[in-house]
């Protein structure tokens, strides 16, 4: 089943992060979907979102992170089981019960640092092709969460995944990030890469001319196939990225029309999903 999906955009602050944990805890809450989310940000701010900072910690200090799994099966070759590095019902939202998530450790821009030396990017791009294969059966859905700029690891996803979403802000520079992506894309066909399974205009202020321009100027190109509508810059999306110590509903978490624009999101995002599954055109 095609259901794994990278979120990118080359330009760092577009919003990557809290649209994956959103969508994530929408699918769970709402549509009971089993949702893993691969953290695979060096900043880990996903795993921050959706752990409390002591597991976290405590997990990077253990040695249980993706860039622990990605150690031992690519620099050691010593491959082992990647569920083992999975922690299993994350998420503050209480009735966001079935997200997992492969957290990830600032130690992972050295690992990248040593594939590039070390000229194993071929066995990297096979371990991540493994992970995703493998996780197609296990869950509905499957989440990466990438780091800013173009890493070798992020290529891998962006290769080896069904679908990449980009969030985008509208904004000069972070629609430049897009048209980045789509020209690496253009680059080496032959090398595989995912579908775009659209663009997401994040942050937009109502009041701003600037933004609407921005926003419409994406819209009137179809290779952007943007969702249909944009997510607003609000307070509430902006405080989702604090792990609360207690379990909160989601209405809590994303109230009002937050909640609402949140779950029409979603509705899109599984349409357009299961429309490619069912062999409907994009
Ligand atoms: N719709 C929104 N309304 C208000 N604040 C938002 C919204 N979306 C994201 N933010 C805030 O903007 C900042 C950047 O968001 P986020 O970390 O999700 O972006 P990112 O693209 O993942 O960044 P990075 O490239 O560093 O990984 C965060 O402080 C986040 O809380
Ligand atoms: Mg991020």
Redesign the pocket.
Known sequence: MRNTITVM?A???????????ALAETLSAFHGKKVLVIDS?A?A??SHMLLPQRQLEALQDEGQTIVDYLVAAVLKETPEDWRRYVIAGVSDVDDARSIDLLPSDTNLTLFEREISKGEREALLRRTVGGILREARQAYDYIFV????GLSVLTECWLREADFYLS?TRPDYISTRGLAFLRKFRQRNPEMGFADLLGVIV???DPQSVEDDQYDQWLRQDPENRCFARP???????????YFSPSDRSYWAKYPGQTGDHLRMLTDEFVRRITGVQNGQRR
Not at 145 to 148: G, H, I, L, N, T
Not at 231 to 241: D, E, H
């Open positions: 955009n330009k760092g602050g577009v919003g990557k992060s809290t649209l994956v944990l940000d900043q701010s996903i969460d990438s780091a800013p969030p994040n942050m937009k997510v607003l810059r609000v307070t509430p999306l902006q405080a989702a990225a």
